[in-house]
């Protein structure tokens, strides 16, 4: 079992940066995929960002390319989301995921372990 902690979330204006960090426990995830999603009040959870195993595949939402980088330390079993450029519609809680499988997939049904989440603020 995987246990996956996020953390760096908060408030903070338009055109601000976060780091969002997520910590896994239970097992090393350095052979599954990662991504970090999001989920705002009355819409769907849906992809920010995704990373495989090694990290040499990575897919954005169209809305974050160039302003978000997901990266990956395998050693300390750690998953980032770097946040350039916020706007207010970036608001939103935002979960790490881990599926057991090294490719990079986009749709939340395959990914295996979730975390609780991190409350995003973004104001104008």
Not at 113 to 119: E, I, K, P, V
Request: hydrophobic residues 35%; positive net charge.
């Amino acid at each position: 079992q995987v246990q996956l902690v996020e953390s760096g979330g908060g408030s903070v204006q338009a055109g601000g940066s976060l780091r969002l960090s997520c910590a896994a426990s239970g097992r090393t995830v350095s052979s599954y995929a990662m991504g970090w999603f999001r989920q705002a009040p009355g819409k769907e959870r849906e992809l920010v960002a995704a990373i495989s195993w090694s990290g040499d595949s990575i897919d954005y939402a169209a809305s974050v390319k160039g302003r978000f980088t997901i990266s990956r330390d395998n050693a300390k079993n750690t998953v980032y989301l770097q946040m350039n450029s916020l706007k207010p519609e970036d608001t939103a809680v935002y979960y790490c995921a881990a599926r057991r499988r090294p490719g990079v997939i986009t749709t939340p049904p395959h990914y295996d372990y979730w975390g609780q989440g991190t409350q995003v603020t973004v104001s104008s």
